[in-house]
Structures are given as C-alpha cells and as structure tokens.
C-alpha cells in the first residue's frame, strides 16, 4: 500500500501564495511520475501540472508562469508552488503519482485525497 498525504491548503487572498506538499509513504522504490489536479465547483477533474522522472515538466495554460511543480526524491514527496494566485484558482487540489512498489515490475498510480484551495478576497 502506498500512501499519499497532502498539505498546504487552505485560504489565501488573490495574489498570494501557497505551496501545496504531497508525501508519499510505503514501498517505493521510484516515483516514475508526479501531478497535480485540480476539480473546481461544477466542473470536471483537470491536470494542474505534472513532472516527469527526468524532471520534465507539463502546465496547464492557466497556470503557466504562477505555478511551479518539483519533487525532492529523498523524501518522496511532491510540491506545488503556486503564486499570484486568482480567484479561479480555487479548487480542491489532488495529488496524483505513478509508482514502481518495492518487489514489482509494473507501474501503478495513487491519488491524494485532496486538499481545499480557496483564493478570496
């Protein structure tokens, strides 16, 4: 079983910033990809951003040049930076991962709960 925690949500005014943290926990032995989604009020689940073993990355439009995913492979965990933030930004944010598990070949993905950004003046 692996486990995936997330933090950092929470209320921000539009402008500000947050960095949402995804730790996952269990048998790893690698993180082949990491993303973020986001599943705003009445509308479907979205890729946020994602990054890839090689530390590729991929951004939705809406969040090019204010969002910044990394990882830190030691600590097995995902992070979004998220600046000037907007109103539209507010959403519940899903940490989502592709892991090779300890004594496997195959590949297999985890989500986060998710964890409640509300961009609000």
């Known amino acids: 079983q692996v486990q995936l925690v997330e933090s950092g949500g929470g209320l921000v005014q539009p402008g500000g910033s947050l960095r949402l943290s995804c730790a996952a926990s269990?048998?790893?032995?690698?993180?082949?990809?990491s993303g973020w989604y986001r599943q705003a009020p009445g509308k479907e689940r979205e890729l946020v951003a994602a990054?890839?073993?090689?530390?590729?990355?991929n951004y939705a439009d809406s969040v090019k040049g204010r969002f910044t995913i990394s990882r830190d492979n030691a600590k097995n965990t995902v992070y979004l930076q998220m600046n000037s933030l907007k109103p539209e930004d507010t959403a519940v944010y899903y940490c989502?991962?592709?892991?090779?598990?300890?004594?496997?070949?195959?590949?297999?993905?985890?989500w986060g709960k998710g964890t409640l950004v509300t961009v609000s003046s």
């Open positions: 989502h991962v592709h892991v090779t598990r300890d004594g496997y070949y195959s590949d297999r993905d985890y």
């Open positions: 269990g048998s790893i032995s690698s993180i082949n990809l």
């Open positions: 990054i890839t073993i090689g530390t590729s990355t």
